[in-house]
């Protein structure tokens, strides 16, 4: 999203926290000494952040270090927005009870999706429609059966179909469910 794709209502809004400044400090602190070993010979590995190469040896790329210095602690909102509707504080504010961190956690460990490295916007777009959609509908079951996601996928796991093939021969078994489990599904299935 960018302002060549929302002209009238293309927005940023940046908040500082401490906290981040800490960690990006800390952050920036490790890839210059990376950089810095990396230039002066004593590392070889993929060119890192902070690092130019260009005519002759690699070097410290002073303007970058820079200017990710004078971001530092600052994270930035990008929304279509507009500031008549909803002031900045409240774009702020916004994505924790919506996409908070116990959310984005789940993705990555309930879910079992795992990270994606995608150049093309298609396959960005694609990936991100795929996590969002599993975040909703996670969030779906945990709304309809009151349960956290891990828990519903623990108690409901155990619960397959076998299919034996005997010649030619083809038999499906159905699970045995529980009343506590069948209870759990019903939650899921009415509405």
Known sequence: MGPAEHEVSWRAVWAYSAKRAARDTKTLTLQENKAKAVVAGEKAARTPRFVKKGQGAPRLDEAALARARRLVGLKGYVTNIPASIMPAREVILLPRPLAGRDLLRM?????????????????????????????????????????????????????RSATIAINASRQTFPPQIPADKQALLDALHHR
Do not use: M
């Open 107 to 159: 993705s990555k460990t309930d879910l079992r999706a795992r990270p994606l490295f995608a150049r093309k916007r298609d396959a960005i777009e694609a990936h991100l429609t795929i996590v969002f959609t599993a975040l909703a509908i996670s969030r779906e079951i945990q709304n309809r059966t009151g349960l956290a996601i891990r828990n519903v996928i623990r108690q409901l796991r155990p619960l």
